[in-house]
């Protein structure tokens, strides 16, 4: 059984730094097809912040803030933040993706943390 465990969510000032942690449980984060960090805010959908596989990715609003890296001997993926603005308050969630070839195509099974909260004061 998987499980992703995040931590490290905080209350920060705008501008701070805060380094998100999510650990994996049940089977190597090197089996996946890629981690991910989503995040919602209050009242709005939840969205991709930064993805890594054989590359990363991000989001627009946090190009050249936010950096995701992973440890594969810990077994951990990480989410660096800095210069972080009020509207990156969120909880902050941990994915991961795992694709299956089958007889009749490929399945995605998707797998969560429970969140994280990350609040910037302004």
């Known amino acids: 059984q998987v499980q992703l465990v995040e931590s490290g969510g905080a209350l920060v000032q705008a501008g701070g730094s805060l380094r998100l942690s999510c650990a994996a449980f049940g089977r190597s984060i090197f089996s996946f097809n890629a981690m991910a960090w989503y995040r919602q805010a209050p009242g709005k959908q939840r969205e991709l912040v930064a993805a890594?596989?054989?590359?990363?990715n991000y989001a627009d609003s946090v190009k050249g803030r936010f950096t995701i890296s992973r440890d594969n001997a810990k077994n951990t993926v990480y989410l660096q933040m800095n210069s972080v603005k009020p509207e990156d308050t969120a909880t902050y969630y941990c994915?991961?993706?795992?694709?299956?070839?089958?007889?009749?195509?490929?399945?995605?099974?998707?797998?969560w943390g429970q969140g994280t909260q990350v609040t910037v004061s302004s």
């Open positions: 890594i596989s054989g590359s990363t």
């Open positions: 994915n991961a993706v795992s694709t299956v070839a089958g007889p009749q195509g490929q399945t995605e099974y998707d797998y």
